[in-house]
């Protein structure tokens, strides 16, 4: 089992430097894109002979394509190094390992052929995925202008169009932006991304297209029949545009639990990494790494 694990990062270099310690070893690599906005100086410690950092940097701004594009560089450099990986696991660099490497080798094995990536169909309320995502029009922090009329026509109902005239038949599909995906399913969605560039011109303005671009890829495939819940903890608690911050609280209850599962709207199953950490709180992964080193059948 070989796995290629894509980080899309912006901070916390030494939290990154302590998972790639962590997860290491002979059957896995890592390919890294810091954005271009970040200075690469900081990140300089994250190197070895498993670690790849990509040469090309794009600025990478919040709920924008930008997040695509770089996801799929990192795709693309992973599906053209010469080791064949069985699974692309992505990670923002604000996640750390709940299980040790050969736990995790284990636990794909074992679930050789399945597509862990959080997704519904939508319109889905109760996963927070309005059909306004897509319908609204959204234009990129590069076009100031157009993103500031854009948003004035939104609040009065005016930058509205109907996905079903530029999607050509594809259902809308969305989630969570972090998955673990096959090698066959990362290469259909680099093949359909390149063959079908209707696709890429329309989630250039929409909301969040990193939580809908491969989404809607897989969702419209034979893949879909294969996909469970993602692998990554997160604690949305507390209403926000993001997940809380890992504290105490989340390390005593990983601690508790021999297996740490999920089941919610996205499904039931384990989960082998948590998010979000920092570098301000590395005490927290020192406990996990006492965790992880005593947890059983590792």
């Not at 996205?266 to 590395?282: I, T, V």
């Amino acid at each position: 089992m070989t796995i290629a694990y894509l980080i899309f990062a912006y901070k916390n270099p030494q939290l990154i430097n302590r998972a790639i310690r962590v997860l290491t070893n002979e059957q896995c690599d890592f390919f890294v894109h810091i954005d271009r906005k970040s200075n690469i100086n900081d990140f300089s410690r994250i190197q070895g002979q498993n670690v790849f950092l990509m040469q090309k940097r794009i600025p990478v701004y919040w709920a924008e394509f930008s997040g695509v594009e770089a996801i799929l560089l990192l795709i693309r450099q992973a599906l053209a190094h010469a080791r064949t990986y069985d699974y692309f696991v992505l990670l923002s660099g604000s996640e750390y390992p709940l299980r040790s490497a050969r736990y995790i080798h284990a636990f794909f094995e074992q679930h050789q052929g399945l597509e862990f990536i959080s997704t519904v169909r939508m319109p889905n309320e109760d996963a927070g995925k309005p059909i306004s995502r897509i319908d609204t029009m959204r234009f990129p922090s590069s076009q100031p202008f157009r993103r500031f009329v854009g948003r004035a026509l939104a609040r009065v109902g005016l930058a509205r169009r109907d996905h079903k005239a530029y999607l050509r038949g594809l259902e809308p599909y969305s989630g969570n932006t972090w998955w673990a995906l096959t090698r066959d399913a990362c290469h259909h969605i680099s093949q359909f991304a390149d063959h079908n560039p209707y696709l890429e011109s329309y989630f250039r303005n929409v909301f969040a297209p990193e939580e809908i671009f491969f989404h809607t890829i897989l969702g419209n495939s034979p893949f879909r029949s294969r996909v469970r819940r993602n692998l990554i903890y997160e604690d949305w608690s507390e209403r926000g545009p993001r997940p809380q911050m890992i504290d105490e609280r989340h390390v005593a209850f990983f601690k508790s639990r021999e297996k740490i599962c999920a089941d919610d709207i996205y499904g039931e199953g384990e989960l082998l990494f948590a998010r979000k950490f920092s570098d301000d709180g590395l005490l927290l992964v020192d406990s996990l790494d006492e965790m992880i080193g005593q947890s059983k059948g590792l």
